[in-house]
């Protein structure tokens, strides 16, 4: 009993995976923040192109 209650103690005190944890939460919110960016930076690149290809082909 007394090892049980040892391995607790050290559990609660012990805070080395606590910092891995917050680095994989802000390299999510990275991530997610990302993702977003690069699908309305997407569409807007695209149409930019298909506009800069309309206006070649038509002044051709």
Known sequence: MTNLKEILIRLVKEDSGQDLIEYALVAAL?????VGTMKSLG???GTAFSTVGSTLTSAM
Do not use: D
């Not at 990275?30 to 990302?34: E, F, V």
């Open 30 to 34: 990275i991530g997610l923040g990302a």
């Open 43 to 45: 569409s807007i690149i």
